[in-house]
């Protein structure tokens, strides 16, 4: 019986094993730091990251991309791949080898953007035009530097008239064809597959913890499990031996489509882009969407199951407009419903949960249209990324707008991870968008989106004493620097939160208690 049950487990953690982050125990979400350089993301690591319980990072795509002149350098470029070398404008293999230590030694994992499905567009022209200087012609497709050839692109397969996809109805053409003119990659030939491996098994080597899988809808989910049954288990100097890379594919589900989030499974979690479009419709109030109907949030909204899914309120696509969610998206340029929505994500216990650190832009409408989409990291004359600086009351500079380190999104960051574990409790809800809940014995929260004062007494489930609000404010030595919430003997608190206030809801927790 112990041999059978040994072997049971075995094979239970083998077959789980790409649906867990990889998180140190305890850090229960991760930040994408869209397109910084890794000397930065190093620093931040160290110096905030590791101290405020933050599990990991999703970095940029590390590999070498097209330099694109026209427009001037967008942040898609880095989602046009050259060849499998490590030096973009975030930095040379160098840095991003002392970046990943730095990073692994306090703690806080690494996450790659994995663009394996295309290499660049078929008008990225010729020469090199390359962020490490490597020669390649996309005409014929040529890229020496991996080496690719015309024998490992999907041509011949695609179906369309143009060569691009042009019927997401068509669920060959979503796979075969070129997504935007990027060319597509050939995922059944077990060439491109090892080659493809080899670049996330020498990122491996180095000691990243996993990969978001950029465009996943665009490959056969079986190809995709080809190329992940052929990487390493993590670096033992900061992984358990056998431990295997996260996985999370970029699948944009809206529904309507043929291609499923749920095709992808058996090979790790997706991206729930339903998430914050709902999300996001809901606190927008909306198509008479309410709070209260957030009762049943997760599964019950039509949501793939909670152990599958990667979360977030906004990402680097949406929130330009692209991608999937549309106008409902919420994102740092609608800061006190950003807040909202990112403080409601990182209390409710569904899903594993990334918070977006983001670049201003210049925005400009035409039409309806953010024609300034495109637009690249804060950069340098001369292309080089800007640094990101710290400002004396620890937010960013250089246009670097770092909502991880605005005080109410880090410190629910730090709620969940104190709640980690606790069953959704206590609901409660003035059937309008007035709602609270609760995390078992270990937090409360309470929103007040509605366009007049919330004042009641609630049950919060946490044991008797002075809690700080670590909303306006957070627990310092024996004093609170925001609100201050009473809970009696019984566990019931009065909350009042006014509709005026900057930030409409209030949040406690157990490690914020005097």
Not at 152 to 167: L, Y
Not at 288 to 310: C, H, I, Q, T
């Amino acid at each position: 019986a112990y041999h059978l049950s040994f072997f049971l487990l075995l094979v239970v953690g083998v077959c789980w094993a790409q649906y867990s982050p990889n998180a140190l125990s305890g850090r229960t979400s991760i930040v994408h730091l869209f397109e910084w350089r890794w000397a930065d993301i190093a620093l931040e690591c160290e110096r905030y990251l590791a101290p405020n319980g933050f599990g990991g990072v999703q970095i940029s795509p590390p590999n070498e991309n097209v330099i694109v002149t026209d427009p001037w350098q967008p942040w898609w470029e880095r989602y046009q791949p050259v060849s499998y070398k490590l030096c973009t404008r975030s930095g040379n293999e160098t840095e991003f080898r002392d970046m990943v230590t730095r990073c692994n030694n306090v703690g806080v994992h690494i996450y790659v953007d994995a663009v394996i499905n295309h290499m660049c567009g078929a008008h990225a022209g010729a020469g090199s035009h390359a962020t490490c200087g490597s020669y390649f012609s996309a005409k014929t497709e040529d890229f020496p530097a991996v080496p690719y050839s015309g024998w490992d692109f999907n041509d011949d397969k695609c179906k369309s008239r143009s060569g691009d996809i042009e019927n997401y109805h068509d669920i060959s053409q979503v796979r075969d064809c070129r997504l935007v003119s990027l060319l597509d990659l050939a995922l059944e030939k077990d060439y491109v597959r090892s080659k493809v491996a080899e670049y996330m098994n020498h990122l491996i080597d180095i000691g990243v913890a996993g990969f978001r899988i950029d465009a996943a809808k665009h490959m056969w989910p079986g190809d995709l499990k080809a190329v992940l049954d052929k990487l390493n288990d993590l670096n033992t100097k900061w992984f358990s031996a056998g431990t295997k890379p996260f996985i999370y594919q970029e699948v944009i589900d809206l529904g309507g489509e043929p291609i499923k989030g749920s095709d992808y499974f058996g090979n790790g979690r997706v991206t729930e882009f339903k998430y914050g479009a709902k999300l996001g419709t809901v606190i927008r109030k909306w198509n008479g969407e309410k709070m209260a109907y957030l009762k049943n949030w997760g599964e019950g909204w039509g949501f793939v199951p909670s152990d599958r899914a990667l979360v977030f309120v906004d990402n680097h696509d949406n929130q330009r407009g692209h991608g999937a969610g549309g106008a409902s998206i919420l994102t740092f340029w609608d800061a006190r419903l950003y807040k909202m929505a990112v403080g409601f994500m990182l209390a409710h216990p569904y899903g594993f949960t990334r918070v977006m650190s983001s670049f201003r832009w210049p925005r400009n409408f035409v039409n309806g249209r953010d024609v300034n989409d495109w637009v690249g990291p804060p950069s340098n004359a001369d292309g080089s990324v800007r640094p990101v600086t710290i400002n004396a009351d620890t937010t960013c500079g250089n246009d670097w707008v770092c909502e991880h380190r605005w005080r109410q999104i880090k410190n629910m960051v730090i709620f969940r991870n104190v709640v980690d574990g606790q069953p959704f409790s206590n609901w409660w809800d003035n059937g309008s968008n007035q709602v609270a809940f609760g995390r078992g014995s270990k937090g409360f929260i309470v929103f007040n989106n509605d366009d007049w004062d919330l004042n009641i007494s609630l049950q919060t489930g946490l044991p008797a004493g002075t809690y700080c609000d670590v909303i306006s404010g957070e627990k310092e030595g024996n004093t609170c620097t925001g609100e201050q919430v009473y809970v009696s003997g019984d566990g019931i608190a009065r909350f009042h939160v006014s509709n005026n206030a900057e930030d409409p809801f209030v949040a406690i927790h157990v490690n914020a208690k005097l």
